[in-house]
């Protein structure tokens, strides 16, 4: 067989076969995107009973703030033993472990004490952190690197949908058919069903993990001297505060100020992360095809300012649910930030990339949450918080999304245009 023929033949030798080694991968990527879809409803359900929680669990609004922001302490943590844990041992036990931590979490949390409440949560971070790192790192091996913007885009379309899910089916489930705490017990329950499929489904590894456990935390050395992960990490993180903080815990008593009613500003909020579903899959498409980030990211951030304005200190220019579904189209840009760090770094890190960026990401959130509603509660003289009291604090989100907007400058493009551009000839004198 000469050897033109063999060139011939050989593509469709191999596509196959790599087609077969990424499709248990691809499989596997689905079923986390389940559980990230579960564990976002968890996280953003809290939204829709802070009567119910502050009753049962006799705080302020302070308190319940930071009941609520534990959550983010261990989700920050854990994200670094995700990230190395996936890059040590694969994906299969680290993520089957963290999906039973959130089942465990939600049904202590609906066990109506403060304690349990307390421990969920806390139990609830640390799981959820392998839900985004470890599809992410499923999708690193189903997907080729051109694709692989547009599926994490997709990854978070899932858990956004989950968001949108615990704030507008939820409210209606725990004001109707079900207490508040029974919907914790049977959330956890579904996500421990979620676990054991993960365990038969996902591909384990084969070559045995070399070196103490230690050393499993060895590729953060590499991606935490880079300062472009830093700056991924804080402008995603900055991005992320305003729907994570702002909307998903803060954003019903804001439009109930306005005079909303309860049902209406479940749904009005809801739109957030119902944003997300859309933006964050459409920046990823569009930064694949330009083979661009930085532009793509820049425009999110303005479309973030500019409606985030509008909702906030012009109440009624925007149409209502329009204001809030553009914001999260727009924030589904901080999503490119997170195919970035992967990019600037060697890909014998990619986990560990992806959990040293939900530390950085997360770390912003865990400080933010009780500090803004400590703001919060001083701005509004100890009287529940009105317009003015809001339009005060939420200063704090213009000032993170401008700041975003200017470290993203200097941001290095990681695209695949810029990647193909030959270098400059030099002149010959």
Not at 263 to 287: D, K
Request: charged fraction near 10%.
């Amino acid at each position: 067989m000469s050897s033109q023929v063999l060139e011939a033949k050989l593509p469709t030798m191999v596509k196959p076969a790599a087609a077969a080694i990424r499709r248990p991968y691809i499989w596997a990527w689905l079923l986390v995107c389940l559980f990230y879809f579960m564990q976002y409803a968890l996280r953003s359900a809290p939204g829709v009973m802070m009567p119910e929680l502050t009753s049962a669990f006799g705080l302020t609004a302070l308190g319940v703030s930071s009941l609520l922001g534990l959550y983010f302490y261990t989700y920050s943590v854990f994200g670094l033993v995700a990230g190395a844990s996936l890059d040590r041992y694969g994906a299969k036990l680290p993520i089957t472990i963290g999906v039973f931590c959130v089942a465990v979490g939600s049904v202590l949390f609906g066990l109506g004490s403060i304690g349990s409440a307390e421990s969920g949560r806390l139990l609830q971070g640390a799981g959820s952190a392998f839900a985004f790192n470890g599809a992410v790192f499923l999708a690193s091996h189903g997907f080729s690197d051109r694709w692989l913007a547009t599926a994490v885009g997709f990854t978070q379309l899932f858990g956004m949908l989950g968001g949108f899910a615990g704030q507008f089916v939820v409210d209606p489930l725990v004001h109707g058919p079900m207490t508040w705490q029974s919907f914790w017990i049977y959330g956890g329950m579904l996500v421990a069903v979620v676990a054991v499929c993960v365990l038969v489904v996902t591909p384990g590894r084969t070559e045995k993990a070399q070196g103490s456990i230690w050393a499993m935390f060895a590729p953060y050395k590499v991606v935490l001297k880079n300062p472009q992960s830093y700056l991924c990490g804080l402008v995603g993180g900055l991005m992320f505060m305003p729907t994570n903080i702002g909307d998903m815990i803060w954003g019903v008593p804001f439009l109930q100020s306005l005079g909303v009613e309860h049902a209406e500003a479940i749904a009005r909020s809801s739109m957030v992360p119902l944003g997300w579903v859309i933006g964050a899959p459409l920046c990823g498409y569009v930064a694949d095809r330009l083979g661009r980030r930085k532009p793509v990211v820049l425009t999110g951030i303005v479309v973030m300012l500019l409606t985030f304005i509008g909702i906030v200190y012009m109440p009624g220019l925007l149409p209502p649910y329009i204001g809030g579904l553009v914001f999260g189209i727009g924030s589904g840009a901080a999503m490119i930030t997170y195919t970035m760090i992967k990019e600037v770094n060697p890909d014998n890190v990619k986990g560990s990339a992806t959990g040293a960026m939900n530390f950085l990401v997360f770390s912003l959130s865990a400080l933010l949450a009780p500090a803004f509603g400590l703001l919060l509660v001083r701005f509004a003289g100890g009287q529940p918080p009105n317009l003015g009291t809001f339009q005060s604090t939420d200063l704090v989100w213009v000032g993170a999304i401008v700041l975003a907007f200017i470290l993203t400058l200097f941001l290095r493009e990681t695209g695949s245009a810029e990647q193909s551009v030959p270098p400059a000839r030099p002149s010959r004198t």
